[in-house]
């Protein structure tokens, strides 16, 4: 399975005035806290992907997600759009931050596309834990890269 970490953690400026070595782990869990709105495009095996996200981070450690995939493919007319909810943990340990999928939806209301969605959705699980590297964060703004390269932009 290709690059479906984009997908996981929906997702560049450092915190005011505090360098990543001068700020606390509490500091930056502070930021990240809360509401953030993201975007990120990726190519998986059955396509390239663009999502956009809403996504809550909470103080809990748990995360929750809704939004819209649009996956494009040559067998496909126009990009097949599909609505999904998720949710999960996570941890921040410097500016690693790890997510653990626990569910995930994925649908579109077609039948076809829904048969394609639940395919989809059984691999996302297969890989549910994910990381990625906070590369800016700011009480307006963040942006995070995962280990292939793909970059989640978000804003508050």
């Given at each position: 399975?290709?690059?479906?970490?984009?997908?996981?953690?929906?997702?560049?400026?450092?915190?005011?005035?505090?360098?990543?070595?001068?700020?606390?782990?509490?500091?930056?869990?502070?930021?990240?806290?809360?509401?953030?709105?993201?975007?990120?495009?990726?190519?998986?095996?059955?396509?390239?992907?663009?999502?956009?996200?809403?996504?809550n981070?909470?103080?809990?450690a748990?995360?929750?997600?809704?939004?819209?995939?649009?996956?494009s493919?040559?067998?496909?007319?126009?990009?097949?759009?599909?609505?999904?909810?998720?949710?999960?943990?996570?941890?921040?340990?410097?500016?690693?931050?790890?997510?653990?999928?626990?569910?995930?939806?994925?649908?579109?209301?077609n039948?076809?596309?829904?048969?394609?969605?639940?395919?989809?959705?059984?691999?996302?699980?297969?890989?549910?834990?994910?990381?990625?590297?906070?590369?800016?964060?700011?009480?307006?703004?963040?942006?995070?890269?995962?280990?292939?390269?793909?970059?989640?932009?978000?804003?508050?």
């Amino acid at each position: 399975m290709k690059q479906w970490h984009a997908f996981l953690l929906l997702v560049s400026t450092l915190i005011p005035s505090i360098t990543w070595a001068q700020a606390t782990s509490t500091e930056i869990e502070q930021a990240l806290l809360g509401h953030w709105y993201c975007t990120t495009d990726a190519v998986t095996d059955y396509g390239p992907i663009k999502v956009n996200a809403s996504i809550n981070i909470q103080t809990d450690a748990m995360f929750s997600s809704t939004g819209q995939l649009l996956l494009s493919n040559q067998a496909l007319p126009n990009p097949m759009p599909m609505n999904f909810s998720a949710t999960g943990s996570w941890a921040l340990k410097g500016n690693q931050l790890t997510t653990q999928l626990t569910k995930a939806e994925l649908a579109s209301g077609n039948a076809f596309i829904d048969s394609l969605a639940q395919a989809m959705k059984k691999e996302i699980l297969n890989y549910s834990q994910h990381q990625t590297t906070l590369t800016a964060l700011s009480n307006v703004r963040m942006s995070l890269v995962d280990n292939y390269s793909n970059t989640v932009h978000c804003l508050r």
